[in-house]
């Protein structure tokens, strides 16, 4: 029925008419027989007569229209009986909707460290039965034997294409063993520059290492890993490993020149040189004790906090140090140190297994001072785009900072003067390594200005004589010799560097970059020409990037670009493969001590790589 009967009523002394229900007025219908009425003439009454009542009846109209038209609809888009059939049907294994789930659930796995088993935990399969009702749930050999292969397959095909282009790699290697289950582990992670000098970063194994681990063993390890990859030895600039002794004898073993990780290496020198000082290791004892029974007994955790609060200081609990990682020492340092009020205060209440004596809390002061440089370089080198350029740049700073005399020293002179003979002895002849020197002067950010006297011009000649040979490779690339580019940020006005604490790290770069000025020097030779405007130019900041310098360098310096682009690859330490081990604790853990290696390992792998996927995907 029209909308218009809502305005007007059918006259009771005769059905010829309409009677409006605002003016009274009575309407012909259009006729005389009931057959011939219509609604025009109510409509026009409404128009000339009551604009305000006919546009609320347009709109009652346009909304009964809408209402019948979705009426239709739904009565077009009811499914058939064979239709309601095949859609409460579950999908068969090889369907492309219960392939894609299936791929997504072994993503979890792999990302989120969780067991195969999670198919069969309850809240699992309720909500993907919820997202999706005609799913099956897989079984844990499925998963196992065809979802997680078939990714590995789709991932490592990905990252071997990237490798391909790679023209100079530099690998991290290290061993790890399982404290849940017997299992060994042999790492291999790769980085590279590719051709606009974006650092790439892969992990290509982490498989099992069975028997015993000799270097011999490892070597042939080694060999099968690069085989797999289609990696030559050529294409290897460095395998970045620890100190111990297998690995550098597996390394010249296979044949690829290697490197031992500089944070190891501080590890070393801060635990001989300092941290096995008499007075330090009784300071650190107590302060162990007294950590440890914080740690073993909730009761005292819990009356430690009311009496943090009571002094308004921040509630936070103390840090336990690890054997193997000397800055966990100086973490545990720092936390007994902070806390210092709230400890004494305890100690007044209620008892402690041992207390530090007023000496002993000096030690501690002193020492998170002398420290303080060592953290700071370690966190330097364990960045993600920290280089082999950074090894001689942060041990003659440091040298530097501890050779110097200060009043702050009284108490720990013996540890500074152990930890400088320390830091001499196991840094000693890094200037004169190749794969140090060149990468230190290829880095925009330091260039020949951290290099002792005597030691400058040697690193020079290296440089000289690895372009020449790299150069007369590589003549395919343009030259160009012209003035630096508008985007060159070795030309840039440079802000000054921020001020930091007398006597810091940073201090001792910014005092020896300051010191050596740049001597202009005649050259002959296009190459030779290159390298000594490169050099001639001032450095860029600390902060900067050494790899988006190059980027828009290029062009002016091509020769020392490749060079670059070789020796820059090049990590500083071994910490990819130490955070790859991390992961995979989480991998064999207890829960999963009993996961096949070849599993765990695909795992990782999807685990590490699958966001270059991600990546490449974003970019198309």
Known sequence: ??????????????????????????????????????????????????????????????????????????????????????????????????KAINRKIIECIALDNQPFSIVQDAGFTKLVEFLEPRFTMPNRRYLTDVCLPELYSVVYNHVEKLIVDAVYISFTTDIWSSSVSQVSMLSLTAQWLDKDFALKKAVLHSQECRGSHTAEAIASAFEGMFERWGIPKENVHVVVRDNARNMAKAASEFGVPSLPCMAHTLQLAVNGGALTQRSIADALAVGRRVVGHFKHSPLACSRFEDIQKELNMSVKKLQQDVSTRWNSTYYMMQSLVEQKRALSAYAADYELPTTLTASQWGIMEKMITLLGPFEQLTRDISCAEATAAD???GVVSLTRLLAKTDESDKGVQTAKHALLEAVSKRFDGVQTEPLYAI??????????????????????????????????????????AAGASADDPGQEDQ?????????????????????????????????????????????????????????????????????????LTAPCTSVDSERLFSAVSHVIDEKRNRIHCNNAEMLIFIQKNLPLTDMDKGKN
């Open 439 to 480: 990468a230190t002067m290829v880095d925009a950010r330091y260039k020949d200005r951290y290099f002792d006297p005597d030691k400058k011009e040697e690193a020079r000649n290296m440089l000289l004589k690895v372009v020449d040979e790299m150069a007369s490779v590589g003549n395919g690339q343009r030259e160009d």
């Open 495 to 567: 802000d000054p560097p921020p001020k930091k604490a007398k006597g810091s790290l940073q201090d001792m770069y910014q005092e020896i970059l300051t010191e050596n000025d740049v001597a202009t020097q005649a050259t002959t030779g296009e190459t030779a020409s290159q390298v000594h405007a490169y050099l001639g130019e001032v450095t860029i900041l600390k902060t900067a990037c050494p790899f988006k310098y190059w980027s828009s360098t290029q062009m002016r310096f091509p020769a020392l670009a490749r060079v670059a682009r070789k020796y």
């Open 1 to 98: 029925m029209s909308a218009v009967w809502n305005y007007f009523k059918v006259c009771t002394s005769d059905v010829k008419f309409a009677i409006c229900n605002d003016c009274k007025a009575a309407v012909p219908r259009g006729g005389t027989k009931p057959s011939s009425f219509n609604t025009s003439n109510l409509i026009n009454h409404l128009k000339l007569n009551h604009p305000e009542i006919y546009a609320a009846f347009v709109n009652q109209s346009n909304e009964k229209k809408q209402q019948g038209q979705a009426a239709v609809a739904v009565k077009k888009t009811q499914l058939t009986l064979k239709d309601c059939t095949e859609k409460k049907q579950k999908y068969a294994k090889d369907h492309p909707r219960a």
């Open 391 to 393: 090894v001689i740049p």
